[in-house]
Every structure is written in C-alpha cells, then in structure tokens.
C-alpha cells in the first residue's frame, strides 16, 4: 500500500502550485506569443519565455542552487559577460559609415539619450531609490545590452522587468516614434529634403574610428570601457578585413549562443514572488515614458538644428537619434515618405541612429560614473 | 525631494557630459576626415537610398535589431504579391483591349451580333456526331 507520505511526495509539485506562478507562467505564454505569432524580438523574447515558465514550474530545480538556470545567471550576467559579447556582435554588424560621411549627427544621438534622465526622474518621483531610478532610466538607452549591463550592476532585483520592457519596446518604435515625431513636426518641416554630398570614407578612416571612439570614451570615462570597447572590437574586426571568421562568428554562432544563454538567464529572473509588485507595472510605464521621451527630444533637438542652418535640417532625423539600429532610421524614412514619397532621408537617419548606437553606451558609462559605480 | 534634486543634478551633469563628450568626438573625428582627405562627389538620392538600404539588411541580423515580419504569401512580401497581382491584371486588360478589333467585330457585351468566339461555339454545340436517323 501507498502510505500518506509517499502520496504527499508524489503530489509535491502540484502542492507547490502558487497562484503567482500561475500568473508567470501565463505571462511567459504572453510573451511566446508575441514572440512566435507577432514576431516581436524572437531570438530574445522566446528564450527569456521559456526562461520565465521553467523558473515558475513548482519546485523547479532549474533555479536551485546549482540548476542550469542559475549557472548561467552566474555565468554571465552576474559578471556582465553575456552583454558585452553580445556587443561584440552588434559591432561586427553595424557600419558606421553614415555617421562617418556626417560627424555633425553625433550630436543628434546625444540629444536621444534625454529620455534616461527624464524617466530617472520620474523614477525618483514614484519612490525608487537613486540606483533603482538610475537603472530603470537606463531604458531609455533603448540598447538591451547596455540595460542589461547598467541594470545588472546597479539594480540586479530589478533586471527581469527592465530587460523584457528594453526589448519589448524596441519591437515596438514602429509604433511608438510615429506619432511623437508626428506630434512635434508640420508637414512642411516632415516634407524638407536634405542633400546628399557623399564623401567617400577610406579604409584607414573606418579602422581609426573604433580605435579612436574607444581610446577617447575609455579614458574620460572609464566605466563606459567595457560597453564600448567591445563594441568597437566588433567594428574593428568588420572593418580591418583581417579576421573574417572572428566577425563572422561573433556575429553569428557567439550571438546566437549567447543570446540564448542571455535569455534564459533573464527569464528565471522573473520568479513570481518577486516580479508580481506594483513596481514592475511603474517599470513597464515609465520604460514606455523613456522610450516616447527619447523620440521627441532628438525631434526637438533636429528643429533647433534646422533653425540654425536655415532650414536644411529635417527635424525628423532627430527621432533616429536612439540606439535602435536600423529600426528607428527605417521608421523615420516612411514617415517621411509618408508626405512625399520622392524624399529619401534614409541616409541622414542611418547616420543619426549610429549616433544613437554610441551615444547610449556612452550615457549608460556617464550613468555608472555618476553613480560611483561599475568599472 | 532631496531625492529630487538630486535627480535633476544628474540629469544636466549626465546630459551635460554626454553632450560635451559626443562633441568631442565629433570634433575629432572631422579633424580625422580633413586629414584623410577624401573628395567629395553629389550623388543621387536613390544611388545613397540604396547603400543605406544594404547597410540597414546586414544590422538586421543584430539581436535586437528585429523588424516584426511584414505579411507573406506563399514566401513572397504580402505587397509585392498585390503589386504583381495588379500588374498582371492591367496587363491582361491592355492586350485585351490591343486584341478586340481583331479578335471581335463588336466589343464585348454587344447584343447586336455574336462575336466570332460565341459564333463558332453555337455552331459546334449545334453540330452532332450522331448520324443522322439514327
């Protein structure tokens, strides 16, 4: 005969059953579906997915002690790792030669970082705590690795909600910019066609750019180093044609390996217990806030650009200005073409985005440093 | 509110430095393109549309960098499949249109005759194979 004991054992999982991992897991079926039906971030959403529903199950040995989720947890995010190679990936993929051909439009990428600072003071008013503030702030690098890497170090307990509001909004700028550039443009300023003058950027050019961004950020601000010295080792490693397969591998295998890693680590950070508070709703919101903030002020930084130059700047450009790469510079081409379809800004907003892409990791240095924190 | 003050402090410092750091990378970076000296030529619009369209398909594969997929049919872009779709049929329509004087002695619809087409399919529906008598 069975005793009670064995039956208890046996019905250990289902005893275990909480109504917030419930809630989790139906969270985690939310997020496969936007992930497989809506095609929203796959490679990123799908693993923290399943991330999330292995870490609800009752009892999950997945993230006891020495469960894979943990070890990789450990393995990588604790220590920032997995983030920084997956810039090595992003640099191995981005040309920078839009920025390159117009330098001017690096100040377009340092006007899209305001949403960082704006939503850290929101943050603040809503009761977080400064690092608290800081990492939720960091969303609006709109850049999932430098949110993860700032957030890891300064609020690690508030990484699950930053990383799936980082990459859950980024989907979603075809959405989001639209109406905020919309907002704060006339059609007559949307309709300005800007000229191309293309100055054709050397090889010796492209090679000193990472090597010169890296040696100038790294040593004004240090805590910036790790963000962008591996994404300019990317760079370098695309543009100098010396080491095809190490670009091709960490564009390819070291990214997919690690995004998985990445995303599973992040889902089992999502344990019900812990992510079910009004706090992670306030993330959602104001990582929403941080996102349509960032937008309007490059739109508004552009305007002032276009009244200083005689109207030759677009200011539709500005919303390019965040690190989403090449999302946001495609999303500014339509509207663009939007009123008049023989308007190509692709160009300029290519190199607005660039801009972006190096301005968020230099905030989120310029972030740790204010803190006193990182390195 | 000491929180507060706190956060607007970092806000001019980080937006502050952010800037004076980007701008000295944009002063440096010009100095590099004066020294690299690269001439300058205009180029069309579409000839910089389309470099900007290839290096946009390489970022494409960054994580992160994931465009929700546009609708497909059958592997095709959903509006590539109308755009061919209505080409066709304006085609269709055109050589229809070149053909009716040859092929028709009245335009389509015509209740006055029966175009040669409509013709010849009554006389074979009248014609039997069936011998006659039998």
């Keep these: 005969m069975i005793d009670q004991e064995t039956i208890g054992l046996l019905l250990k999982g289902v005893n275990n059953v909480t109504w917030q991992s419930l809630f989790m897991i139906g969270v ?11 095609d929203y971030e796959p490679l990123l959403l799908l693993p923290i997915a399943a991330g999330c529903m292995l870490a609800n199950l009752p009892l999950s040995p997945m993230i006891a002690e020495d469960g894979m989720l943990t070890v ?23 040309d920078f030669g839009p920025l390159l051909e117009n330098p001017r439009l690096v100040l377009l990428g340092a006007a899209g970082q305001f949403g960082i600072f704006l939503t850290l003071i929101f943050a603040l008013l809503l009761g977080f705590t400064p690092p608290e503030a800081a990492s939720i702030g960091i969303i609006g690098a709109i850049d999932g690795p430098t949110s993860i890497y700032v957030s890891g170090i300064l609020a690690p307990h508030l990484l699950g909600p930053i990383t799936v509001a980082a990459y859950s909004y980024m989907s979603l700028v075809p959405i989001i910019l639209p109406p905020v550039v919309k907002l704060l443009t006339t059609k007559k300023e949307r309709m300005i066609r800007m000229p191309y003058s293309s100055r054709k950027i ?10 010169v961004v890296t040696v100038l950020v790294g040593t004004l601000v240090p805590f910036a180093t790790p963000l962008i010295g591996m994404l300019m080792l990317g760079n370098l490693m695309k543009e100098s044609g010396a080491v095809e397969r190490l670009t091709k591998a960490s564009a390819a295998e070291i990214a997919n390996t690690v995004t998985l890693f990445l995303g599973l680590a ?14 992670t709703l306030f993330i959602l919101i104001l990582g929403l806030a941080a996102f349509a903030v960032d937008g309007a002020a490059g739109v ?10 005689g109207g030759k700047v677009n200011p539709i450009i500005g919303a390019a200005g965040i690190s989403a790469f090449p999302m946001a510079a495609r999303v500014v081409q339509r509207i663009a073409q939007e009123d008049d379809f023989e308007n190509f800004l692709l160009m300029h907003a290519m190199g607005a985005n660039a801009a972006g892409q190096v301005a968020s990791v230099v905030a989120g240095g310029v972030l740790l440093a204010l803190m006193g924190a990182g390195g | 509110m000491e929180n507060l003050a706190w956060g607007f402090q970092m806000t001019v410092l980080g937006m502050g ?8 990378l944009w002063a440096l970076l010009t100095v590099v393109l004066i020294l690299d000296k690269e001439p300058k030529a205009p ?27 546009p609708a497909t049919v059958n592997g095709m872009q959903a509006d590539l499949v109308a755009a061919i779709l209505i080409a066709t049929m304006k085609h269709k329509l055109t050589l229809r249109r070149q053909a009716a004087p ?14 040669r087409w409509v013709a010849a399919g009554r006389t074979r529906q009248n014609y039997t194979w069936q011998p006659r008598g039998k």
Aim: hydrophobic share 55%.
């Design chain 1, 28 to 38: 985690s079926f939310v997020l496969m579906y936007l992930a497989i039906v809506k």
């Design chain 2, 17 to 24: 430095l952010v800037f004076a750091l980007l701008g000295l």
């Design chain 1, 72 to 94: 990789l947890y450990n393995m990588g995010i604790t220590n920032e790792m997995f983030p920084l190679l997956i810039f090595v990936g992003i640099g191995a993929l981005t």
């Design chain 2, 102 to 115: 040859i092929m028709r002695t009245y335009w389509p619809g015509s209740q006055l005759f029966a175009s």
């Design chain 1, 202 to 211: 050397s090889r010796r050019t492209r090679i000193l750019f990472p090597i």
């Design chain 2, 43 to 69: 180029v069309s619009e579409q000839e910089t549309h389309a470099e900007a369209e290839r290096i946009a398909a390489v970022a494409d594969d960054a994580v992160g960098a994931q465009v929700p997929e």
């Design chain 1, 300 to 309: 508004l930084f552009a305007k002032l650009l276009n009244w200083i130059s």
């Design chain 1, 266 to 279: 992040i889902g089992s950070t999502m344990v019900g217990k812990e992510f079910l508070k009004p706090d």
